[in-house]
Nanobody, 121 residues
Framework: QVQLVESGGGLVQPGGSLRLSCAAS????????MGWYRQAPGKQRELVAT???????NYADSVKGRFTISRDNAKNTVYLQMNSLKPEDTAVYYC???????????????WGHGTQVTVSS
């Protein structure tokens, strides 16, 4: 089995910062892309940022210049540094990993349980 465990969420004032972490563990051979998605109340889950094993990065337009995604391949961990937070960033943030569990397996997508980020004064 595979587990993705997020941490680092919480309550922060507008303009503040938070750093999210997500560690993948379990039966993992290689991890391709890792990323962060978010879902606000009443809205669909949306992409925030992704990073491939080779370091190619993609950001949602709404977070460009404010959020930074990074990855520690040795620890199977992905981070999201969030600066200049806005009330509209309030959401549950989910970690995602596309990985292979063996040399012959297909790539499968795994999700964490989510961590709440609330931006409010």
């Amino acid at each position: 089995q595979v587990q993705l465990v997020e941490s680092g969420g919480g309550l922060v004032q507008p303009g503040g910062s938070l750093r999210l972490s997500c560690a993948a563990s379990g039966s993992i051979f290689t991890i391709d892309a890792m990323g962060w998605y978010r879902q606000a109340p009443g809205k669909q889950r949306e992409l925030v940022a992704t990073i491939t094993g080779g370091g190619k990065i993609n950001y949602a337009d709404s977070v460009k210049g404010r959020f930074t995604i990074s990855r520690d391949n040795a620890k199977n961990t992905v981070y999201l540094q969030m600066n200049s937070l806005k009330p509209e960033d309030t959401a549950v943030y989910y970690c995602n990993a596309d990985l292979r569990r063996s040399t012959w397996s297909i790539v499968t997508s795994w999700w964490g349980h989510g961590t709440q980020v609330t931006v409010s004064s």
